[in-house]
């Protein structure tokens, strides 16, 4: 996992979300008092930085190919995208805003052309300097690998990854999700592994491109939405869409420190690559029926131990989430994952699968959007509860 963050801080520090800051209050960046990075001094420490660090050849490849694939995405971003007050001057709606006095230089096509060229300068700066560090760098981070096994750039006909985007772009059921699984692997151990193990770089590298769909103004209106619904900052740690981490000293941070990560996945697309972590979870129960270890006494006993309860999985899961959100806060756990953990390995509703239990990933998304069947029959009862706790005073 170390490789895959210092990968995403490698990409963040060279190809910055914002190239240009307006000194005005309405500049989100200006009134925060973030300063602009600078490529000068950014590049050659992340190339510094790579060129000591003592990466394994799989994660040099995958480093670079993350790398190029970020690359792209910034160089396709609209130019007015690097800006927070640009940016909103492109939004369908701009036209229609009472713009305050100090904004009217936004109207002003004269300032934006101006401020496209400073941004297309500044981008294009960046971009020859990452074709420079690249070029040098795949020679001497590459150094100890031989000739025949030079990067290569990502193909972008990659068999397995056209699969996976079209399971992304379409609803499927388990049973077709299971018959890809089937046809790729004949359901060999070893080639299961081989499957997921893909998924999960496939899953890793998709997501950081799909979280640049976002800007930084976006993730905080989408945290402010929830915090205005009465979710305080402890909340908002205990739901998981924020974290607090310790760094890994990458780049000038303070090892240890604990810095804030913002699950983008679960605050803005969580349904997103559902059907891949359901492809994840097929591959697992296959691979659980071929180790020896996990079909003893021990697995029979287990799903006896199972409370069997005569609620459909989307009943169970609103109960369990109506709970979750009283406050004070009744459960002690750290995320919101944990509490799904529990339900799958503790819990049997009446349609579950006894072997393959709850998918959590299916708790996940019922967790963010409650079943309307199940809301009205929670409804209901909660109803005849209160009168009979009424009865009880």
């Given at each position: 996992?170390?490789?895959?963050?210092?990968?995403?801080?490698?990409?963040?520090?060279?190809?910055?979300?914002?190239?240009?800051?307006?000194?005005?209050?309405?500049?989100?960046?200006?009134?925060?008092?973030?300063?602009?990075?600078?490529?000068?001094?950014?590049?050659?420490?992340?190339?510094?930085?790579?060129?000591?660090?003592?990466?394994?050849?799989?994660?040099?490849?995958?480093?670079f190919e993350l790398l190029d694939k970020r690359f792209?995405?910034?160089?396709?971003?609209?130019?007015?995208?690097?800006?927070?007050?640009?940016?909103?001057?492109?939004?369908?709606?701009?036209?229609?805003?009472?713009?305050?006095?100090?904004?009217?230089?936004?109207?002003?096509?004269?300032?934006?052309?101006?401020?496209?060229?400073?941004?297309?300068?500044?981008?294009?700066?960046?971009?020859?300097?990452?074709?420079?560090?690249?070029?040098?760098?795949?020679?001497?981070?590459?150094?100890?690998?031989?000739?025949?096994?030079?990067?290569?750039?990502?193909?972008?006909?990659?068999?397995?990854?056209?699969?996976?985007?079209?399971?992304?772009?379409?609803?499927?059921?388990?049973?077709?999700?299971?018959?890809?699984?089937?046809?790729?692997?004949?359901?060999?151990?070893?080639?299961?592994?081989?499957?997921?193990?893909?998924?999960?770089?496939?899953?890793?590298?998709?997501?950081?491109?799909?979280?640049?769909?976002?800007?930084?103004?976006?993730?905080?209106?989408?945290?402010?939405?929830?915090?205005?619904?009465?979710?305080?900052?402890?909340?908002?740690?205990?739901?998981?869409?924020?974290?607090?981490?310790?760094?890994?000293?990458?780049?000038?941070?303070?090892?240890?420190?604990?810095?804030?990560?913002?699950?983008?996945?679960?605050?803005?697309?969580?349904?997103?690559?559902?059907?891949?972590?359901?492809?994840?979870?097929?591959?697992?129960?296959?691979?659980?029926?071929?180790?020896?270890?996990?079909?003893?006494?021990?697995?029979?006993?287990?799903?006896?131990?199972?409370?069997?309860?005569?609620?459909?999985?989307?009943?169970?899961?609103?109960?369990?989430?109506?709970?979750?959100?009283?406050?004070?806060?009744?459960?002690?756990?750290?995320?919101?994952?944990?509490?799904?953990?529990?339900?799958?390995?503790?819990?049997?509703?009446?349609?579950?699968?006894?072997?393959?239990?709850?998918?959590?990933?299916?708790?996940?998304?019922?967790?963010?959007q409650s079943d309307s069947k199940a809301i009205e029959?929670?409804?209901?009862?909660?109803?005849?509860?209160?009168?009979?706790?009424?009865?009880?005073?």
């Amino acid at each position: 996992m170390e490789i895959k963050e210092k990968a995403r801080t490698y990409a963040n520090r060279l190809f910055p979300s914002i190239l240009w800051i307006i000194e005005s209050n309405y500049d989100f960046q200006y009134g925060k008092g973030i300063k602009l990075s600078n490529p000068n001094e950014v590049f050659p420490n992340v190339r510094l930085d790579m060129v000591f660090e003592s990466f394994t050849h799989p994660q040099k490849t995958f480093l670079f190919e993350l790398l190029d694939k970020r690359f792209e995405v910034f160089m396709k971003r609209n130019w007015y995208d690097f800006n927070s007050l640009t940016a909103r001057v492109y939004q369908e709606n701009f036209k229609t805003m009472t713009i305050p006095e100090e904004l009217k230089f936004l109207t002003s096509k004269e300032f934006l052309t101006a401020t496209e060229n400073i941004i297309e300068e500044k981008r294009n700066k960046i971009a020859e300097m990452y074709q420079q560090m690249r070029t040098e760098l795949i020679d001497e981070v590459f150094a100890d690998v031989e000739p025949t096994q030079d990067i290569e750039e990502p193909d972008d006909s990659n068999r397995l990854y056209n699969i996976l985007d079209e399971v992304r772009r379409k609803d499927h059921t388990k049973l077709e999700l299971y018959t890809i699984i089937k046809k790729e692997t004949e359901l060999d151990p070893i080639a299961l592994q081989y499957l997921y193990k893909d998924i999960e770089i496939y899953a890793f590298s998709e997501k950081d491109d799909y979280e640049c769909n976002y800007s930084f103004e976006q993730v905080e209106e989408a945290l402010e939405s929830l915090r205005k619904r009465g979710h305080s900052e402890e909340d908002l740690i205990r739901l998981g869409y924020i974290k607090k981490i310790p760094s890994l000293g990458v780049l000038g941070d303070k090892k240890g420190e604990l810095i804030t990560y913002i699950d983008k996945e679960k605050l803005l697309f969580p349904f997103e690559f559902y059907s891949i972590y359901e492809m994840q979870g097929i591959i697992k129960s296959e691979l659980a029926k071929h180790d020896k270890e996990q079909v003893g006494e021990n697995n029979i006993s287990q799903k006896s131990d199972k409370l069997k309860v005569n609620l459909s999985v989307p009943q169970l899961a609103l109960l369990f989430k109506m709970i979750n959100d009283l406050k004070p806060t009744v459960f002690n756990v750290k995320s919101e994952a944990e509490l799904h953990r529990f339900i799958s390995a503790n819990f049997q509703t009446k349609s579950s699968d006894p072997d393959k239990g709850i998918s959590e990933n299916k708790l996940r998304i019922l967790f963010n959007q409650s079943d309307s069947k199940a809301i009205e029959f929670w409804e209901k009862h909660l109803r005849t509860m209160l009168a009979e706790i009424k009865k009880l005073k």
